[in-house]
């Protein structure tokens, strides 16, 4: 019977975290929607200064005008409020941890948080005018370039979503390592198994073209070495520190 009130409880306490989540996802967007088209100018203005004068991108669908600035404002939103939400699980999860545990996952958790708006970020900020320019370079000569709004937001979507979760390699690493699954020495050994998973990897998260392929699996084995560099600090001191 307390097995079932705690497990009750436990329900209850989580729907409340939960719709406290769509709240401030809510709240967020509603502040912004009035903003939608200056959101969506902001991200594409990059791309629109590499068109040629005269150029401009187009909507192939009735309700693409609207609805893609509306859907971007929602995402924008959701990124703005995942601090909090975040905030919510961790409240929601580290009751049942204990103090030692709290300590060493709390630094972990802030800084997937951080990793994921610096990979995103990098995205938007950096790799995407890049690629722009690279694919107006390339475009055969007597092409007008007028890309639509839809497939650009969701061609942005996945690049920025791609660079997030790639950015979260060092804190996989440490993890990894950390928890005694897999030793330093033997990440080092299958260094080239790694390589190779980092452009597979690249290739499933962004747009199929070779230059976004190489600006993330790049990235992702430098920060793989950043991860794997700060695990072998972490255990080397822990040996010291039982040997003192």
Same mark, same amino acid.
């Given at each position: 019977?307390?097995?079932?009130?705690?497990?009750?409880?436990?329900?209850?306490?989580?729907?409340?975290?939960?719709?406290?989540?769509?709240?401030?996802?809510?709240?967020?967007?509603?502040l912004l929607v009035g903003f939608s088209s200056e959101i969506y100018h902001l991200i594409a203005n990059p791309l629109l200064e590499l068109l040629p004068q005269g150029g401009s991108m187009i909507a192939t669908e009735v309700a693409s005008p609207f609805l893609t600035p509306f859907k971007l404002t929602l995402i924008?939103?959701?990124?703005?409020a995942m601090p909090y939400m975040l905030w919510q699980i961790w409240q929601f999860i580290s009751p049942g941890l204990y103090t030692k545990e709290k300590l060493a996952a709390l630094p972990l958790f802030i800084a997937s948080v951080i990793l994921f708006y610096v990979g995103t970020l990098f995205a938007l900020v950096v790799v995407s005018p890049l690629l722009y320019a690279f694919f107006q370079a390339m475009s055969?000569?007597? &092409?007008? !370039?007028?890309?639509?709004?839809?497939?650009? +937001?969701?061609?942005?979507?996945?690049? /920025?979503?791609?660079?997030?979760?790639?950015?979260?390699?060092?804190?996989?690493?440490?993890?990894?390592?950390?928890?005694?699954?897999?030793e330093v020495a033997t990440l080092r050994r299958k260094r080239p198994f790694i390589i190779v998973a980092a452009f597979v990897f690249a290739t499933l998260l962004t747009p199929p073209d070779v230059i976004s392929q190489l600006l993330l699996? &790049?990235? !992702?084995?430098?920060?793989?070495?950043?991860? +794997?560099?700060?695990?072998?600090?972490? /255990?080397?001191?822990?040996?010291?520190?039982?040997?003192?």
């Amino acid at each position: 019977m307390a097995d079932e009130t705690s497990l009750i409880s436990h329900l209850i306490e989580l729907r409340m975290r939960l719709i406290r989540c769509c709240i401030s996802v809510l709240a967020v967007f509603l502040l912004l929607v009035g903003f939608s088209s200056e959101i969506y100018h902001l991200i594409a203005n990059p791309l629109l200064e590499l068109l040629p004068q005269g150029g401009s991108m187009i909507a192939t669908e009735v309700a693409s005008p609207f609805l893609t600035p509306f859907k971007l404002t929602l995402i924008v939103a959701f990124y703005l409020a995942m601090p909090y939400m975040l905030w919510q699980i961790w409240q929601f999860i580290s009751p049942g941890l204990y103090t030692k545990e709290k300590l060493a996952a709390l630094p972990l958790f802030i800084a997937s948080v951080i990793l994921f708006y610096v990979g995103t970020l990098f995205a938007l900020v950096v790799v995407s005018p890049l690629l722009y320019a690279f694919f107006q370079a390339m475009s055969p000569e007597g &092409v007008v !370039v007028m890309p639509d709004i839809t497939r650009f +937001l969701d061609f942005v979507i996945k690049l /920025a979503f791609g660079f997030g979760i790639a950015f979260e390699v060092p804190v996989i690493t440490f993890m990894v390592v950390k928890s005694g699954l897999v030793e330093v020495a033997t990440l080092r050994r299958k260094r080239p198994f790694i390589i190779v998973a980092a452009f597979v990897f690249a290739t499933l998260l962004t747009p199929p073209d070779v230059i976004s392929q190489l600006l993330l699996a &790049v990235p !992702v084995l430098v920060l793989f070495e950043a991860g +794997l560099f700060l695990a072998a600090r972490s /255990a080397q001191s822990g040996r010291e520190e039982e040997e003192a």
